[in-house]
Structure formats: C-alpha cells, structure tokens
C-alpha cells in the first residue's frame, strides 16, 4: 500500500466524516442547544434579568457546547481540511522525494531532498495516475521522476536523453541522439566522498539543457539488457555499448553519473504512462544546506 493511496483513502474517509457532520450532526447539536437554551432560559429569566454571574456562565457553556465537536469527530472530520490541502498539493501541484542513491551525480547527491511538479506533463488521477488534462511532454534534458517499469511501486529519478522516435546510441561513453554526437566539453574532476574515488567530471549539452555528468576512467564500457527490459527488439547490444531506437510513447533516461547508473541501457524505456513528474528544486539537504536550490 503506497502513500499515495493511504493519502487517497484518508481524504475519503475524513470527507465522508467532514459531510456528515455539517450536514447531519452539527445541524442536530444546534437545534439540541437552540431547545436546551430556551429552557434554560424559561427557568432562569429572573437571575438572567438581575446578570448573575454564575447563571451567565452556565449559559454560556451551553453556547460553548454547542459549538463543540465530540472528540471522534475532531479526529476524523476535524483532520479533513488539512489532509484534503496535502491530497490535493500532493497529487496535482508538487509532491516531495527523497535522493536515496548516487545514479544523479553531480546534478543531485543522496539526502538530496527534491520538489517534482507534478502537472508539467499533464493532470493525473491520483493513485491510478491516468492523464486526464494534457499539458506538455518531456523534453530533452529534463530531469524526471517516473514508476520503475519492471516495478512501479519504485521512484526512480533520471535525465531524459532519448524522445519517442529518437535513435540513440551510447558507445564507449558517447553519446549521440539521431546520429548527432551530444556536445560534450571538459570540466575537470568530482571527488564521490561516498566511494572515495575521483570521477572525471565533464559538461554536455541535451536540447536547451546544459549540465554535467560523471564518468569512471576505470569502468569499461558496454551494457546489456535485463531480462526485464521492456523491448529488447528496439535496441542493439554493440561492444562498448547499445543502439536503441525510442518506440512510441517510451522515454530513454540516463543517470548523470554514467558508470552507476541502472537506467535505460539495461531495463529498457520509461512508458509515458509511468511518468510521474518533472524535478526542479533541491528544497533541502540537512547535511549540505548549500546544495538547496534550482538546478538544470
């Protein structure tokens, strides 16, 4: 059971609790105060008129009362605006992840805490996420949060480098989108204080998206497909690497720290359906307050 159908279900149940109680109980604890209030008021006319204090009171707790919802309600209607604002901003507007591994370097490190806008690539049902609203797609370059195709009960977060139709290839470390080599200049080396190695760190150009990426001089290169891979006919396995033509609706990602990263090369493509947002902010890092920011 994931949050977003725990969130789904508290949103119906607190609703559903929030409806009856305007609509059938606050109105039955007025009308019982309204009644209570006249007799009280029948019986007390005299001390009401003199403004005794202590009579005062008591009618007023009888005002406080009424107004009052049981303690089951305030833990259920009660809860319901606040649960409904996060439903609503969580499914429609921005939804909150955490960076649990290194795939992302240098662009986003772990304990990166990252905002998603969730309708840059159009309006979802929540929890079922089908698109009901279109309102753009993925463009080279964007980094993007997407269900793992072999188990979308997983986030997964990477850069897209391949849109549908899009031949791709990826050998010895190059890449080239439609037969096209992927501007690439150097930019000096990265320290991974995790693995303790210095990676060599270089500056590519997808699209309108200037970044950077990570490579390993000691890692060969090469790939090889899953058994999960979602279309092993639409890519090549070459030495050194693989040629991949994009099918339809299906998205090629790649990490940013190249050499370990579990993306496209060997799972295969991300399904449009599968899409889940488009990452833009780091909103914090409690370990690097320094890394909170917008990034490319």
Known sequence: MNFALILFVLT????????????VLAPTRKKEAQDELRAFDADNAEALRRGEKTVEAARNAILIRAKERPRWLEYTAGFFPI???????????????RIPSGSMMPTLETGDMILVNKYTYGLRIPVLNTKILDV????????????????????????V????GDKISYINKKLEVNGVP????????????????????????LGETTH?????????SGAYALPTHTDPKACEYVPGGLVCTVPK???????????????????????EKN?????????????????IGFFD
């Open 182 to 205: 992927v501007p690439l200049k150097d930019d000096g080396t990265y320290f991974d204080e995790h693995k303790m190695q210095e990676l060599i760190q270089s500056e590519e150009k």
């Open 249 to 271: 609706d299906k998205y090629f990602v790649l990490g940013d720290n190249r050499d370990n990263s579990e993306d496209s090369r060997y799972w295969g493509f991300v399904p």
């Open 83 to 97: 649960i409904f604002f996060i439903f609503v901003l969580r499914s429609f507007l921005f939804e909150p992840f």
């Open 12 to 23: 119906v149940v607190t609703g559903c609790f929030w409806l009856l109680d305007v609509f």
């Open 136 to 159: 753009g797609e993925p463009q080279r370059g964007d980094v993007v949060v997407f269900k793992y195709p072999p188990n979308p009960d997983i986030d997964y977060i990477k850069r």
């Open 212 to 220: 950077k990426i990570l490579t390993d001089k000691y890692t060969p």
């Open 161 to 164: 480098v391949g849109l549908p």
């Open 275 to 291: 899409l889940v947002g488009k990452a833009f902010i780091v909103w914090l890092n409690v370990s690097k307050p320094s890394r």
